[in-house]
């Protein structure tokens, strides 16, 4: 968020050409979709009458009504405090989600019975996959940063050919190459290993990146003081130079974990009992395809979001000697 602004000035959701401006777009864009025969419809048939049969008219009172209804959300939030305001936009674009769900006559009962195994299973194994995955990453990207950032020719040829290498190819040939490639040199990994090795160099890859960016960003200055004082090369990055990167490392990394908890999907083709793979095969033979694909749609959500707030409050902590 950015700094809070000392200058007064009235909300922009209260000038009125933003409202008008904003009424004469969601005017516009549902007028062009024909809402007749949605619910919506059905509860303005007092208004327009038989909904199939009101055409152009029908259409444009279902649009004037919802841009009405839109202009005074946003200009009533707009008297909110800010946490209100984002607590109110979150729960309107909850249910709105649910209801766009709903439209899918989805089987609840079908649901609630796979919902523990769903759980014990396929998120045990997808956060197991990616903690391990995260950690050998980890210490991956830190060994390729250092070495991209060395004077050595020769590490910094092998760490700049591995960051091209594993980020110019798509993930998913890359846990093929390692699984079905490796037993043609007589090198057998199962299934698991083999998806937590291919996470672990492709996300290291990037992570890469972010480490030597934010080793960068500490100045010159920082480097060449600690030596002058006799600290060494490691104690001079442990002391000096990676805790005063991690405020710049931290919100990248928390994007890649993010990215890389989504990412172990894709071991699944390996035939791994992680969420996605258990989300395809409990509803294909009884074609509940819709409720278990949106089931491991909210669990990852979950995940997502708990990652969010766990890099949300580490960034506040860092941030700690900023606050005035």
Same mark, same amino acid.
């Given at each position: ?51 199939? @049969? ?30 209100? @305001? ?34 014990? @299973? ?203």
């Amino acid at each position: 968020m950015l700094y809070q602004d000392t200058v007064e000035s009235e909300v922009l959701v209260h000038r009125p050409w933003f409202v008008a401006s904003i009424f004469g777009v969601v005017l516009a864009v549902f007028f062009m979709f024909n809402l007749a025969g949605t619910t919506f419809g059905e509860l303005m048939r007092p208004v327009i009458g038989d909904p199939l @049969q009101s055409g152009l008219y029908g259409r444009a009172a279902i649009a004037f009504v919802i841009a009405v209804m839109f202009c005074l959300n946003i200009v009533l939030i707009g008297f909110a405090p800010l946490k209100a @305001q984002i607590a109110i936009v979150w729960v309107e674009l909850l249910l709105l989600f649910l209801a766009f769900f709903k439209a899918f006559n989805l089987s609840m009962p079908f649901i609630w019975e796979n919902l523990p195994y769903l759980i014990t @299973q396929g998120v045990v194994t997808t956060i197991y996959v990616s903690a391990v995955s995260l950690i050998f990453a980890s210490f991956i990207a830190i060994i390729a940063a250092i070495a991209k950032l060395s004077s050595n020719g020769f590490a910094y040829a092998i760490a700049s050919f591995y960051t091209s290498f594993f980020r110019g190819l798509p993930l998913l040939i890359q846990i093929y190459l390692i699984y079905l490639g490796l037993p043609q040199l007589g090198i057998v990994i199962n299934a698991v290993p083999s998806g937590i090795l291919a996470l672990s160099l492709c996300v290291g890859a990037y992570m890469t990146e972010i480490f030597r960016a934010g080793i960068q960003s500490i100045d010159r200055g920082q480097w060449e003081a600690s030596r002058s004082i006799g600290f060494g090369f490691g104690l001079t990055m442990r002391r000096i130079i990676l805790p005063q990167a991690l405020p710049v490392i931290i919100p990248p990394m928390g994007n890649t974990f993010i990215a890389m908890l989504k990412d172990s999907s894709l071991v699944s083709v390996l035939g791994v009992w992680e969420l996605t793979f258990l989300a395809r095969t409990i509803g294909q033979p009884t074609f509940h395809h819709m409720e278990m694909l949106i089931t491991a749609a909210m669990i990852y959500w979950i995940m997502s979001a708990c990652l969010e707030v766990a890099q949300s409050r580490l960034e506040r902590h860092l941030a700690r000697s900023k606050v005035r």
